[in-house]
């Protein structure tokens, strides 16, 4: 389904469902499909909300959309995800020209963008940085492939790595 089909389907969902809105725009972003409504008289964000599981089940979703007010332009952004996401690779992001021109004084390889574009921070400018999540969420591959970015990018860098299990960083012994 192109976006002139999903916008359309997606009106006569919110006719049935009584929703008053209207939709201002319908642009693909990667795996998501980003709408900006317009709430007409009568409408509400709430009802929207309400209403997330049918519009993802008429839209055929592979999830319940994110659905969040941008209070300053007056509109409800709404993005549903169509596809699914695609593998980033490292090796990928340590080529692109984000990462070799770097400004960074020690750049981190944080991934990419719904967009596809490298993501990269400097860890000079973090007072903090904290990596958490569930088990199989990707915590040791963010890991991997921050310490391997500053191996790639610093010219002398000297890591202290505690790994309590000796599992996670035994690759990196010497």
Not at 37 to 55: A, C, Q
Not at 130 to 151: A, D
């Amino acid at each position: 389904m192109n976006n002139a089909e999903t916008t359309e389907s997606l009106s006569k969902l919110f006719a049935q469902l009584k929703i008053k809105t209207e939709i201002r725009s319908c642009r693909q972003e990667s795996s998501f499909l980003v709408f900006d409504l317009v709430l007409r008289p009568g409408g509400t964000f709430r009802k929207i909300e309400r209403y997330s599981t049918e519009i993802a089940l008429g839209l055929k979703a592979l999830s319940e959309p994110l659905i969040y007010p941008i209070t300053k332009e007056g509109i409800v952004r709404m993005e549903v995800m169509v596809s699914e996401q695609g593998v980033v690779h490292f090796s990928s992001l340590a080529a692109s020209d984000a990462f070799l021109h770097s400004r960074a004084k020690l750049p981190l390889v944080l991934g990419a963008c719904r967009l596809g574009l490298p993501v990269i921070a400097d860890l000079t400018e973090m007072p903090h940085l904290l990596i958490g999540g569930t088990t199989g969420s990707g915590k040791s591959v963010m890991l991997h492939s921050i310490i391997n970015g500053l191996l790639m990018k610093g010219d002398s860098v000297n890591l202290a790595l505690i790994d309590p299990k000796r599992v996670e960083f035994s690759c990196y012994d010497e």
